[in-house]
């Protein structure tokens, strides 16, 4: 369980780096190295297999499960017209018949007064093509709140109303935080490959590099993706680290990080220096960072491991997220220049807001507050995680 260590008890801020620096090959080299290996790639435009069959579950879901009645929830006998209408577009299986239960015969959970009309078609207007549940349903919820009707509501609330306004935001502001994420779930995401537009994206807004140790021991290599596929390798790791970070839909700003609620935004924003992986010749060869220099240390050996195709790998307990929740902690060391205050490893508190507090409380968030992008049993491995980063890296536990 190397990898479990080097994510929990081997982080330390070690604030002198000059070794592992000491054969970084240049960033142009390594770049173009990387390019003319990806010949593979597949074209951004070919749908994904799993998405195929995605409308016939959606509707297979709904046909004879939901009842289209609002009150009697009786009738679960759909036309198919409507049963396309709430499908189309869905990359979700379930997302769309779960919005429709949820404003049909969840009423509660919305808080449905006596003055509320309601029947099959606001339920078809919120909920065509949904694929963002959690946005779609806090955002109903307090229209509903604030007195409007519940078709303005539905209508003010839909897919279609959030993929306008995820438009308009990135002609304004050119924000990648949705160019790329069009994936229900981050299990999909990492089924997924990186197009060649989000590599060249993420290699200029981060100075990326590579120790050359990492190639004479064979742990960089070329590599290539398929959708759906299996392969495994550094640079795939390394990108869908960056791409979890564009796409996880955290519902609020992070604690540490107020006007902050994507990774990649902030890790942005903290004006890193330099990433570089290396080969760690020993056990004790941390990763780390160095908050003077601004330039983050990532051990690479273990990196390429099949593993790392998934979000958690259920065999190992480690994935994808382990090597975002790592970068994210040596990002904070940066952010804050703080180092570990307390036993030469740990934080002082959780007020202190070292790297272990943003690693406590990133993973609360990746438990609590990213609706159904994480699944449960990943939700609860991040709520155990922040319990254990709590209980063994923070001195006073007393002290929040
Ligand atoms: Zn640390």
Not at 112 to 135: I, V
Not at 351 to 370: D, E, I, R
Request: with cysteine; hydrophobic share 35%; aromatic share 10%.
């Amino acid at each position: 369980m190397n990898n479990l260590r080097e994510i929990g008890v081997s982080l330390i801020f070690v604030l002198c780096i000059g070794q592992a620096q000491a054969s970084v090959i240049s960033n142009n080299t390594s770049y173009n190295k990387v390019i003319k290996t990806q010949t593979a790639l597949p074209r951004e435009t070919s749908m994904p297999k799993y998405l195929e069959s995605i409308n016939q579950q959606c509707m297979d879901y709904i046909q004879g499960n939901i009842s289209w009645l609002a009150a009697p929830a009786s009738n679960k006998t759909w036309a198919t017209v409507n049963l396309r209408k709430l499908c189309a577009g869905a990359t979700d299986s379930y997302v769309p018949g779960k919005c429709f239960k949820y404003v049909l015969h969840g009423q509660k959970k919305w808080d449905k007064q006596k003055k509320h009309k309601l029947d099959w078609r606001d339920g078809l207007a919120l909920c065509a093509g949904a694929r963002q549940f959690s946005r779609i349903e806090k955002c109903f919820k307090t229209k509903i709140s604030i007195g409007k009707s519940v078709r303005e509501s539905a209508l003010g609330c839909n897919q279609k109303y959030f993929d306008k306004k995820d438009a308009i935001v990135r002609a304004n502001t050119g924000s990648v935080s949705q160019n790329f994420c069009s994936y229900p779930s981050a299990q999909a995401l990492m089924r997924s490959c990186p197009s060649q537009a989000q590599i060249q994206k993420i290699r200029s807004d981060f100075n990326i590099s590579f120790d050359n140790d990492l190639v004479n021991n064979n742990v960089l290599t070329s590599w290539n993706c398929t959708e759906g596929g299996d392969e495994s390798s550094i640079m795939l790791t390394m990108y869908n680290t960056y791409r979890l970070a564009q796409c996880i839909p955290f519902d609020r700003d992070f604690r540490w990080a107020s006007g902050h609620d994507n990774l990649y935004d902030w890790l942005k924003s903290v004006n890193i220096r330099n990433v570089n992986y290396f080969w760690a010749d020993s056990d004790t060869d941390y990763s780390h960072a160095n908050g003077t220099r601004r330039v983050i240390a990532l051990r690479g050996n273990n990196l390429g491991s099949e593993i790392y195709r998934s979000v958690i790998n259920p065999r190992s307990g480690v994935g994808a997220i382990h090597a975002l929740i790592l970068l994210v902690h040596e990002a904070a060391h940066i952010s804050q220049n703080k180092s570990h205050n307390c036993d030469s490893t740990k934080d002082s508190s959780l007020f202190y807001m070292g790297a272990w507090g943003v690693q406590y409380y990133l993973n609360k968030m990746l438990a609590y507050s990213t609706g159904d992008y994480f699944s449960e049993y990943e939700k609860r491995n991040f709520a155990s995680e922040a319990q254990r980063v709590r209980d063994i890296r923070i001195c006073d536990t007393n002290n929040n």
